[in-house]
C-alpha cells in the first residue's frame, strides 16, 4: 500500500473525514492506519489471516481496514444490519478472526477474537491469493432477487483504476455502507483523490439532510429509492441543501419520473448516474445530461458489448470469483450482466434485470418503467412492482405500494386500476395490487425489495 501512503502524506493538512466529532486531516489519518499496524501485530494478526469486520463507517474504521490490507489480510466488512447471517458469511468467507468496533460513551472499544473452523477447507481462490501474498475483500451482493453470493476481490486489481489522480474529489458523503461495493468505491474515490469523506449517523433523510447543510457535503451518492423517497417526503425543503454540486444514483433503474423530479428540485445541481456491480466493480460512466438515463460505460481496462438485448463486461478490476458459486465468466472473461439495455450509439440505457422482467401473455413487462408511472399517483409514497405465477397468462404484474397517508384498501385499488386502464396497454395493468403496512418496499442498502413477502402486505386481488 506504498503508493496510497505516500498519496495520504502528499495531501497533508487536507480534510480526510468529517463527522459530528471532528475533523481528521490526510497526516492524521496517515499517522492511524500505522498506529492500528501496530495494534493489529500485537494481536497476532499476519498475512493471509481472513478477518471479519464489524463496524460502522468511520474515519478510525477506514483507518483500521487499510492496516488490514497493509498487513495483507483479506478482509469482509460485516453490517450490523445483517447479524443474522454473520455466521454463514464468516464460514463462507473461511474467517479466522472477527474484529469488532463499538461506539460507547467513551469513545469506541475495539476486540480482536480468533474463530476456529477446523473442519472447513480454506477455499481454493483464498488459498491462490495467500500464496500470492495478494490482500482482498469479501462483500456480498444484495441479494435482492437470490440468494446472496460471496464475492472476493484482490486489493490491488480493484484499486488500479484510482491510482492515476483525476481532478480533486469533492466533499462526499457516505451514503454506501463499507459491505457494499458502492461503498468501496465511494471511499477509494474519494481518498485517493484528496477529498473529504463526510459521516452522519444514519441514513434517515432529515439526518442526511441536516449532514448536508452543516458539513457543506458538495457530492450526494444514493440510490433511486432513497432519492423516491426524499422528494415524496418533502425533508429537502427544511434544510439548506444549496452546497450540493452533484447527485449521483445507481444500484438500481431510476424512474424517470423521480429523475425528473429530482431536476426540476435540485435545477442547480449535476444529476449522475453510475453504474457497477459486486462482481465487476463500479465503472466509469457519463450521463448524456442530467435529465437523461442514456450512459456511456466503460473506461481504461472495460470492454463492452450487448448480445441478445443484453449487457456483457470484460474488466481488468473484476472479481477474482464467487466463494459460494460457480464461476459466472465465459471462457473469454465476458460477465453477463443480466441487465437488459437499450443502445443508441455509444450510450446505453438500464431497462432492468432481466430476471425481473415479467411476462404477460408473451409480452415484456419492465418494473422500473411501471413503476415510474405508478409512482405519479395520489398518495403514492413508493411502489414496487414485481412477478407473480398465473395459471392463465403465465406471470401477472404485481404492484405493492407505500402509502402517504391511510386510504380504504378498495377505494385505493379501483383508483390505481382505472387510472392505470386509462393510459396503459392492458398488459400492464397490474392485476395483484397490495398495501405495504410496513416501510418494507426497500431493504437495508436502499434497493426496491422484488422477493416476495406478500404476507406483510394487505392483498387486493379481482
Same mark, same amino acid.
Given at each position: 500500500?506504498?503508493?496510497?501512503?505516500?498519496?495520504?502524506?502528499?495531501?497533508?493538512?487536507?480534510?480526510?473525514?468529517?463527522?459530528?466529532?471532528?475533523?481528521?486531516?490526510?497526516?492524521?489519518?496517515?499517522?492511524?492506519?500505522?498506529?492500528?499496524?501496530?495494534?493489529?501485530?500485537?494481536?497476532?494478526?499476519?498475512?493471509?489471516?481472513?478477518?471479519?469486520?464489524?463496524?460502522?463507517?468511520?474515519?478510525?474504521?477506514?483507518?483500521?481496514?487499510?492496516?488490514?490490507?497493509?498487513?495483507?489480510?483479506?478482509?469482509?466488512?460485516?453490517?450490523?444490519?445483517?447479524?443474522?447471517?454473520?455466521?454463514?458469511?464468516? +464460514?463462507?468467507?473461511?474467517?479466522?478472526?472477527?474484529?469488532?468496533?463499538?461506539?460507547?460513551?467513551?469513545?469506541?472499544?475495539?476486540?480482536?477474537?480468533?474463530?476456529?473452523?477446523?473442519?472447513?477447507?480454506?477455499?481454493?481462490?483464498?488459498?491462490?491469493?495467500?500464496?500470492?501474498?495478494?490482500?482482498?475483500?469479501?462483500?456480498?451482493?444484495?441479494?435482492?432477487?437470490?440468494?446472496?453470493?460471496?464475492?472476493?476481490?484482490?486489493?490491488?486489481?480493484?484499486?488500479?483504476?484510482?491510482?492515476?489522480?483525476?481532478?480533486?474529489?469533492?466533499?462526499?458523503?457516505?451514503?454506501?455502507?463499507?459491505?457494499?461495493?458502492?461503498?468501496?468505491?465511494?471511499?477509494?474515490?474519494?481518498?485517493?483523490?484528496?477529498?473529504?469523506?463526510?459521516?452522519?449517523?444514519?441514513?434517515?433523510?432529515?439526518?442526511?439532510?441536516?449532514?448536508?447543510?452543516?458539513?457543506?457535503?458538495?457530492?450526494?451518492?444514493?440510490?433511486?429509492?432513497?432519492?423516491?423517497?426524499?422528494?415524496?417526503?418533502?425533508?429537502?425543503?427544511?434544510?439548506?441543501?444549496?452546497?450540493?454540486?452533484?447527485?449521483?444514483?445507481?444500484?438500481?433503474?431510476?424512474?424517470?419520473?423521480?429523475?425528473?423530479?429530482?431536476?426540476?428540485?435540485?435545477?442547480?445541481?449535476?444529476?449522475?448516474?453510475?453504474?457497477?456491480?459486486?462482481?465487476?466493480?463500479?465503472?466509469?460512466?457519463?450521463?448524456?445530461?442530467?435529465?437523461?438515463?442514456?450512459?456511456?460505460?466503460?473506461?481504461?481496462?472495460?470492454?463492452?458489448?450487448?448480445?441478445?438485448?443484453?449487457?456483457?463486461?470484460?474488466? +481488468?478490476?473484476?472479481?477474482?470469483?464467487?466463494?459460494?458459486?460457480?464461476?459466472?465468466?465465459?471462457?473469454?472473461?465476458?460477465?453477463?450482466?443480466?441487465?437488459?439495455?437499450?443502445?443508441?450509439?455509444?450510450?446505453?440505457?438500464?431497462?432492468?434485470?432481466?430476471?425481473? %422482467?415479467?411476462?404477460?401473455?408473451?409480452?415484456?413487462?419492465?418494473?422500473? +418503467?411501471?413503476?415510474?408511472?405508478?409512482?405519479?399517483?395520489?398518495?403514492?409514497?413508493?411502489?414496487?412492482?414485481?412477478?407473480?405465477?398465473?395459471?392463465? %397468462?403465465?406471470?401477472?404484474?404485481?404492484?405493492?405500494?407505500?402509502?402517504?397517508?391511510?386510504?380504504?384498501?378498495?377505494?385505493?385499488?379501483?383508483?390505481?386500476?382505472?387510472?392505470?386502464?386509462?393510459?396503459?396497454?392492458?398488459?400492464?395493468?397490474?392485476?395483484?395490487?397490495?398495501?405495504?403496512?410496513?416501510?418494507?418496499?426497500?431493504?437495508?442498502?436502499?434497493?426496491?425489495?422484488?422477493?416476495?413477502?406478500?404476507?406483510?402486505?394487505?392483498?387486493?386481488?379481482?
Amino acid at each position: 500500500m506504498s503508493w496510497a501512503k505516500q498519496r495520504f502524506l502528499e495531501f497533508g493538512e487536507r480534510p480526510v473525514a468529517v463527522s459530528e466529532s471532528g475533523s481528521v486531516t490526510y497526516a492524521e489519518f496517515a499517522h492511524r492506519i500505522a498506529g492500528w499496524r501496530a495494534v493489529i501485530e500485537a494481536w497476532g494478526v499476519v498475512a493471509g489471516d481472513r478477518v471479519g469486520l464489524v463496524a460502522e463507517h468511520h474515519i478510525d474504521t477506514v483507518a483500521l481496514m487499510l492496516a488490514l490490507i497493509d498487513r495483507g489480510c483479506i478482509v469482509m466488512p460485516l453490517s450490523a444490519d445483517d447479524r443474522a447471517l454473520f455466521e454463514e458469511r464468516i +464460514e463462507t468467507a473461511c474467517a479466522n478472526k472477527l474484529i469488532t468496533m463499538e461506539a460507547n460513551s467513551r469513545g469506541s472499544t475495539t476486540r480482536c477474537r480468533s474463530l476456529t473452523h477446523a473442519d472447513i477447507a480454506v477455499h481454493p481462490l483464498i488459498q491462490r491469493m495467500i500464496a500470492a501474498g495478494a490482500p482482498g475483500f469479501v462483500i456480498f451482493t444484495s441479494g435482492s432477487t437470490d440468494k446472496q453470493k460471496a464475492v472476493l476481490f484482490d486489493y490491488e486489481r480493484m484499486t488500479k483504476a484510482y491510482r492515476t489522480k483525476r481532478r480533486e474529489a469533492l466533499r462526499t458523503l457516505v451514503f454506501y455502507k463499507l459491505d457494499h461495493i458502492a461503498g468501496l468505491d465511494t471511499l477509494f474515490y474519494v481518498i485517493f483523490n484528496g477529498g473529504t469523506i463526510v459521516t452522519c449517523p444514519s441514513r434517515q433523510a432529515a439526518v442526511i439532510c441536516a449532514c448536508i447543510q452543516r458539513h457543506s457535503v458538495e457530492l450526494l451518492p444514493a440510490t433511486p429509492s432513497f432519492l423516491t423517497m426524499l422528494l415524496m417526503s418533502g425533508t429537502y425543503q427544511k434544510y439548506d441543501l444549496s452546497s450540493l454540486k452533484v447527485i449521483s444514483y445507481g444500484t438500481e433503474v431510476m424512474p424517470s419520473s423521480t429523475l425528473a423530479r429530482l431536476q426540476q428540485v435540485f435545477s442547480r445541481v449535476a444529476l449522475k448516474q453510475t453504474y457497477g456491480l459486486s462482481e465487476l466493480g463500479a465503472l466509469a460512466t457519463k450521463s448524456r445530461d442530467s435529465s437523461s438515463k442514456w450512459m456511456k460505460i466503460g473506461g481504461q481496462g472495460v470492454d463492452v458489448k450487448v448480445h441478445g438485448g443484453t449487457l456483457w463486461i470484460k474488466s +481488468e478490476q473484476a472479481m477474482v470469483g464467487y466463494l459460494n458459486a460457480p464461476n459466472p465468466f465465459d471462457e473469454h472473461g465476458w460477465y453477463n450482466t443480466g441487465d437488459a439495455v437499450a443502445v443508441d450509439g455509444e450510450y446505453f440505457q438500464i431497462l432492468g434485470r432481466e430476471s425481473d %422482467v415479467i411476462n404477460v401473455a408473451g409480452e415484456k413487462v419492465f418494473p422500473a +418503467e411501471l413503476e415510474s408511472f405508478l409512482l405519479t399517483l395520489d398518495n403514492v409514497k413508493d411502489v414496487v412492482v414485481r412477478k407473480k405465477k398465473s395459471p392463465v %397468462v403465465g406471470q401477472l404484474v404485481w404492484a405493492e405500494f407505500l402509502l402517504e397517508s391511510a386510504e380504504e384498501p378498495a377505494t385505493f385499488r379501483k383508483r390505481a386500476i382505472e387510472h392505470c386502464q386509462r393510459h396503459l396497454a392492458p398488459f400492464k395493468v397490474p392485476g395483484l395490487i397490495t398495501i405495504a403496512t410496513t416501510d418494507n418496499v426497500v431493504g437495508s442498502r436502499f434497493k426496491k425489495i422484488r422477493k416476495s413477502h406478500q404476507e406483510h402486505s394487505n392483498v387486493i386481488e379481482e
